[in-house]
């Protein structure tokens, strides 16, 4: 989700294109940050400063995961410790009069011998589905959704979407890339038009902010 820095690129955050689809009466601010958990992000303080701006009305759109369950990871947290953290992020921003959304974490580009997507986020994307429920919060099942989409692009066009990278390629990447979890350009506009559709089918407020164009003569 988050804006990557120009030495990353091309890969691209799905926040980054995320922002071109609203009216002039929406601002997006984009706090995500890469390689943070639930725990992290707010043991760097920045969740408090987002809470302290937060106003009444906003959306608060609240995806973790990827780095929540790796067990390898300084960022994990125990499953218990990421539900708990999930429900502060919902309280603290229902506490302000805003609209909580979560999002399970993005698929990972993996697929099996036999051409099938294999989720990878599967106990820490289901913790998000519960939460949701038990909170009574809006959920975008990201997981699920991207899946469908990888199924349907199939292993080898799917590469399209990530950043990979032959060697001297690009100047970032001499050595050439091959990243199965973070997109390019092409893979962060798909992954958000994905989160927009979802946002019109759960027909939240802020649907009524998407932009339209002029209807050409």
Same mark, same amino acid.
């Given at each position: 989700? $988050?804006?990557?820095?120009?030495?990353?690129?091309?890969?691209?955050?799905?926040?980054?294109?995320?922002? =071109?689809?609203?009216?002039?009466?929406?601002?997006?601010?984009?706090?995500?940050?890469?390689?943070?958990?639930? &725990?992290?992000?707010?043991?760097?303080? &920045?969740?408090?400063? @987002?809470?302290?701006?937060?106003? #009444?009305?906003?959306?608060? /759109?609240?995806?973790?995961?990827?780095?929540?369950?790796?067990?390898?990871?300084? $960022? =994990?947290?125990?499953?218990?410790? /990421?539900?708990?953290?999930?429900?502060?992020?919902?309280?603290?921003?229902?506490?302000?009069?805003?609209?909580?959304?979560?999002?399970?974490?993005?698929?990972?580009?993996?697929?099996?011998?036999?051409? &099938?997507?294999?989720?990878?986020?599967?106990?820490? $994307?289901?913790?998000? &589905?519960?939460?949701?429920?038990?909170?009574?919060?809006?959920?975008?099942?990201?997981?699920?959704?991207?899946?469908?989409?990888?199924?349907?692009?199939? #292993?080898?066009? $799917?590469? +399209?979407? /990530?950043?990979?990278? @032959?060697?001297? #390629?690009?100047?970032?990447?001499? @050595?050439?890339?091959?990243?199965?979890?973070? /997109?390019?350009?092409?893979?962060?506009?798909?992954?958000?038009? +994905?989160?927009?559709?979802?946002?019109?089918?759960?027909?939240?407020?802020? @649907?009524?902010?998407?932009?339209?164009?002029?209807?050409?003569?």
């Amino acid at each position: 989700m $988050s804006i990557k820095q120009p030495k990353a690129y091309p890969e691209t955050g799905w926040g980054m294109p995320f922002v =071109y689809f609203w009216d002039s009466t929406v601002v997006v601010q984009n706090l995500a940050q890469n390689g943070r958990s639930t &725990r992290t992000f707010m043991q760097e303080n &920045r969740w408090q400063p @987002a809470v302290d701006n937060m106003q #009444e009305g906003d959306y608060v /759109f609240i995806q973790f995961g990827h780095n929540d369950e790796v067990p390898t990871k300084a $960022s =994990y947290t125990t499953e218990t410790e /990421f539900a708990n953290n999930l429900i502060k992020y919902i309280t603290d921003t229902k506490n302000k009069k805003a609209t909580p959304v979560l999002l399970t974490p993005v698929a990972r580009r993996k697929f099996d011998t036999a051409g &099938r997507v294999e989720g990878t986020h599967e106990v820490y $994307s289901a913790i998000v &589905r519960r939460v949701a429920r038990e909170q009574h919060v809006a959920l975008i099942d990201l997981d699920k959704k991207s899946q469908v989409l990888l199924q349907e692009w199939g #292993e080898p066009t $799917s590469a +399209l979407l /990530f950043n990979h990278l @032959a060697p001297g #390629e690009h100047p970032n990447y001499p @050595a050439g890339k091959e990243d199965n979890t973070h /997109f390019n350009e092409l893979g962060a506009r798909v992954m958000a038009q +994905l989160v927009l559709k979802e946002i019109k089918e759960l027909r939240l407020g802020l @649907a009524e902010r998407i932009i339209t164009l002029p209807e050409k003569n």
